[in-house]
Every structure is written in C-alpha cells, then in structure tokens.
C-alpha cells in the first residue's frame, strides 16, 4: 500500500524566517493531496488540498507545491510567527472508492519569537 | 459547516474490559473512518466504511471492531481493551472519495 515519508520530524525557526516541510509517497496512482495542521489537544485543520499534476497553491502565509513526476508534496511557511508552531501532517488519498488517507508521521514546527 | 461529533472526548478504561467508542456526523457523507493517532505519530486508519451495515478493514484493524447501522453512525468497539490500545481516536467523514475528509475533535483514551 501507500507509503508517506514526511520530514523532517522537528523543525525550530526564528520569527520571519521560512519553515519547509517535504513529504515524498510511494503510489504513483495517488491523487489528491491535503496538509492539516494540528494544535496541541486539538483536531486537524485542513490547511489546503492540492489536486494537480504539478500545482503550486498559495494559501495565507504558505504555500503548498505538488511534484507528481518526483511524487513529492512540500509545505512552505513563507515568514512563519509564533502562530504558526503546530503540527503539521500531510495526507496522500488514493485514487480508488475507498477515499483512505495515508498520514505522514508529521512535523512538530516551533517558531521563537 | 460539516460536523463529526465523538463521544466520549476522554476515557479511562481497565485493561481487558469493553470499550465502545462513538461517531456521529450530519453531513450526509458515505464515508467514514476510524483512525488512530499515537504520540508524535500521524493517524492510522483502523477501520473505514463508505455504506451503510457494511465497514472494511484499514492498515491496523486488530483488536478492533467497526458498526455502521446507520449513515450518520459509525461505532469503533475494543472487545478486550489492552494497554496498547491507549490513543487518541479520531472519526472523519466524507462525502466522496474525492472531497474534503471532516475529522471531529477525538477521543483521548486511556487503558491502564
């Protein structure tokens, strides 16, 4: 089955700087393509979905890239703030009725004031 | 706005004992799922159904079973609970195997 290796596992930046989180899948087949954020305690919110080929999205202060050729989906926090520090996970859906996600295992994102 | 209620949001259970952990969502989604995430781990789906009386195995379903009576309702139920078992549970939704997953909120469980 699908495979979904996020890295890195910890990431710790300075207020302003950029975060980039990279996730690589194995099943060349999968289609869509989702980041969540997750708080402490908290639920997953979705951050973007991405559906595309090769697709660039562009959300509130991220941006997400999808590389199907590489099967490789990155998340870029442009000028990451103290807000910002989460969980991050992305999630790889196959292209079957199922509709299952496969989860990486996540990327703890700290930003220091 | 969609809506996937859990309940209960937090259980302590004796190890060996029953634990039926409950979903709820009124979305009108086919698909529901049962996923599991351990700390500092992504989730892992345990059991997942897209119809009515009828749920599929996912990547980790021992220990587990699944009830879906009903479209709105998708139970997730430990037989024998075991200290392994201790996670958070987290239920989503779906509408098609192609749209947005609405996750609730979880269920903390604790087997001791």
């Known amino acids: 089955g699908e495979q979904v290796e996020q890295r890195p596992p910890h990431l710790s930046v300075r207020e302003g700087d950029s975060a980039v989180i990279t996730c690589t899948y194995t099943?060349?087949?999968?289609?869509?393509f989702f980041w969540y954020k997750q708080e402490p305690g908290a639920s997953l919110q979705l951050l973007m979905k991405?559906?595309?080929?090769?697709e660039i999205n562009e959300g509130q202060g991220f941006t997400v890239l999808l590389n199907k050729k590489d099967k490789r989906l990155s998340l870029n926090l442009t000028a990451a703030h103290p807000g910002d520090s989460a969980a991050y996970f992305c999630a790889v859906s196959e292209n079957t009725n199922t509709g299952k996600l496969t989860f990486g295992d996540g990327t703890v994102l700290t930003v220091k004031p | 706005e969609a809506a996937v209620t859990q309940s209960p949001r937090s259980k302590v259970a004796v190890t060996g004992g029953k634990v039926t952990l409950s979903c709820h969502q009124t979305?009108?989604?086919?698909?529901m799922y049962w996923y599991r995430q351990d700390t500092g781990h992504g989730l892992r789906l345990i059991h997942y159904?897209?119809?009515?009386?009828?749920?599929e195995k996912g990547d980790i379903p021992d220990g587990y079973k699944a009830s879906r009576p009903s479209q709105e309702n998708f139970s997730l139920i430990l037989e024998l609970a075991s200290l392994s078992q201790t996670a958070v549970y987290f239920c989503?939704?779906?509408?098609?195997?192609?749209?947005?997953?609405?996750f609730g909120k979880g269920t903390r469980l604790t087997v001791v």
């Open positions: 989503a939704s779906r509408g098609g195997h192609n749209t947005e997953v609405f």
């Open positions: 991405v559906f595309s080929s090769t």
């Open positions: 979305n009108n989604h086919d698909y």
């Open positions: 159904s897209y119809v009515a009386d009828s749920t």
């Open positions: 099943d060349p087949n999968s289609y869509y």
